[in-house]
């Protein structure tokens, strides 16, 4: 069975500080993965996904992510984050299935 | 695309009373997929659907919740009894089966039981 742990369950920042959200799965075989994020309100979008290739991969609004298959991780970071950011975000790793298992969210909060 | 449209966006009912959520997936998605959203227990499978087929319904948390998929373009999750500990926000997701890119999203459904 898959399984994800975010370790930061809330992260307060100020404008222009620099984002690393922790992401860690279990799985033994090929994964994907993904980080979604959820504004305040609003329900789940993409952010950006892992299948294969370039282990740092890049999304929206300026995030990317890094896949270490030797640390079974998948590390969500902005270098410098906008009180816009402000929302829920979810790393999430599907396996033969093509069914995510998310993890439990981090919470991030950034004051102007 | 008008997405994953879910109704009602908010649901204020009395404990013990019959609750209906609806989902309509992304036409050409055969995959169905109802989470639940608490503080306490973050993003919950409850159940998922393959063709209009329930696959996998482990998630379901007992018996006063059940789900249906009468044809691809409509699913209902209906609560009977409700009770004040099933106040959650519902998604509704779809995709492609087999497709690795991700699910979409509904709205969600903010129900709260008083």
């Known amino acids: 069975a898959q399984s994800v742990s975010q370790h930061n369950h809330h992260v307060i920042l100020s404008e222009a500080a620099s984002l690393e959200l922790g992401c860690n799965y279990s799985?033994?075989?090929?994964?994907?993965l993904f980080w979604y994020v959820q504004y305040p309100g609003q329900h789940l979008q993409l952010l950006l996904k892992?299948?294969?290739?370039?282990?740092l991969v890049k999304g929206i609004k300026g995030f990317e992510a890094e896949f270490i298959k030797s640390k079974f991780s998948f590390n969500l970071r902005k270098p410098s984050v906008q009180w816009s950011d402000t929302a829920e975000y979810f790393c999430?790793?599907?396996?033969?299935?093509?069914?995510?298992?998310f993890g439990r969210g981090t919470s991030l909060i950034v004051h102007p | 695309d008008a997405g994953v449209i879910q109704s009602p966006r908010h649901e204020v009912t009395e404990m013990g009373q019959e609750v209906t959520l609806r989902c309509k997936p992304i036409?050409?998605?055969?995959?169905l997929f109802w989470y639940r959203q608490t503080m306490m227990r973050g993003l919950e499978l409850l159940i998922y659907?393959?063709?209009?087929?329930?696959?996998?319904d482990s998630g379901m948390p007992e018996d006063r919740f059940s789900a249906k998929m009468p044809n691809a373009s409509f699913s209902t999750l209906k609560i009977q009894p409700s009770e004040p500990r099933d106040s959650a926000v519902y998604f509704c997701?779809?995709?492609?089966?087999?497709?690795?890119?991700?699910?979409?999203f509904g709205s969600g459904t903010r129900l709260t039981v008083v």
């Open positions: 999430a790793v599907s396996g033969g299935s093509y069914i995510p298992t």
């Open positions: 997701a779809s995709s492609l089966t087999g497709d690795r890119r991700g699910y979409t």
């Open positions: 892992y299948f294969s290739g370039d282990p």
């Open positions: 659907f393959n063709n209009n087929v329930p696959i996998d």
């Open positions: 036409s050409g998605h055969n995959s």
């Open positions: 799985y033994g075989g090929t994964v994907n």
